[in-house]
């Protein structure tokens, strides 16, 4: 990093090792380690203003880093990455050395394994859905999911950088005599997949020890979609899976059906898996899909207690 000091001498340039990034070429640094796709703060628009030799563009930078407002409605309406805010304005040429020291690091995106370390000792797997969008309403220039598309564009021996994390809160029981139920629609899927992997070794491989009870319900927008197919119908053939639940939510001539709405159908019997068997469940997916399902299986139980 090229830090400059004030001296009695004049100015003092040195550059310095980085705490956090290794030394390396500007190119690997935007492509690797830099966040050069998230919406610029204000911070570095005022920095940015200072750049410019056109006095319009430093205007409309300053305003927008000054006033909150302005910045919003342009932020949300375009979401622009760096590349677009320097070619809105033109006359914005930062010091490559200097720019770069303002940018944020590149924050990890985390994805569940989707594959057992027994059956894949040497492998990790993962389900990832890549990711494209536009702004302005969908009328603007398109724009990718910075790690999915960064792994769709993965060539082979090409190396990644990577950690693996435990999630101590989710993970498979212990206890094979307590039912399990699965509920993950698109890639909330991944997880589950290295869950029934670890039961169709154990079932496979260890004769003595016993699987529990599974019921999964998947979810997505058409059949064609459908995460695994033919490894679930094999999962169930072996008797890894007792029974899979298929909602489409866009598929044609048949109405929109969603994993809570599956849920609910199969009432009974979940309220019996949960209070006379003492299930487990799983829930893997967004926000908002997650509540829809803590609510259903609420009223679920509300009914049950009720009767």
């Not at 589950?192 to 670890?198: G, K």
């Not at 998947?218 to 459908?226: H, I, L, P």
Request: with cysteine.
């Amino acid at each position: 990093v090229l830090k400059e000091k004030q001296t009695q001498n004049g100015v003092y340039k040195s550059w310095e090792p980085h705490e956090r990034l290794p030394v390396c070429s500007l190119r690997t640094l935007l492509t690797r380690f830099m966040d050069i796709t998230t919406p610029p703060t204000r911070q570095l628009l005022t920095y940015l203003a200072s750049c410019c030799s056109d006095k319009a563009d430093e205007e409309r930078l300053l305003m927008l880093a000054n006033e909150s407002s302005v910045y919003e409605d342009w932020r949300y309406w375009k979401l622009p990455h760096l590349l677009e805010v320097l070619e809105e304005f033109p006359s914005c040429r930062p010091p490559a050395a200097v720019f770069v020291a303002q940018l944020n690091a590149l924050q990890p995106r985390f994805y569940s394994i989707s594959s057992s370390p027994r059956k894949y000792s040497k492998e990790i797997h993962l389900t990832v859905a890549i990711v494209t969008y536009r702004a302005e309403d969908g009328e603007g220039a398109e724009h990718y999911g910075v790690c999915s598309n960064y792994l769709a564009n993965l060539q082979p021996d090409d190396k990644i950088f990577l950690f693996v994390r435990s999630a101590p809160s989710f993970h498979m029981s212990k206890d094979p005599t307590r039912p399990v139920i699965l509920i993950g629609p698109g890639t909330g899927i991944a997880p589950f997949r290295s869950f029934w992997q670890e039961w169709d070794h154990i079932k496979s491989e260890m004769v003595d020890c016993k699987i529990p009870k599974v019921w999964l319900f998947f979810g997505c927008r058409t059949k064609n979609v459908d995460l695994y197919r033919d490894e679930k119908e094999e999962m169930v053939q072996k008797g890894v899976l007792d029974r899979v639940f298929l909602a489409l939510s866009r598929e044609e001539n048949i109405p929109k059906t969603y994993v809570q709405d599956l849920a609910l159908k199969e009432a009974d019997s979940i309220s019996e898996l949960i209070l006379q068997e003492k299930a487990h469940i799983y829930v893997c997916g967004d926000v908002t899909m997650a509540e829809h399902v803590y609510q259903t299986l609420r009223k679920i139980l509300a009914t049950h207690e009720n009767r």
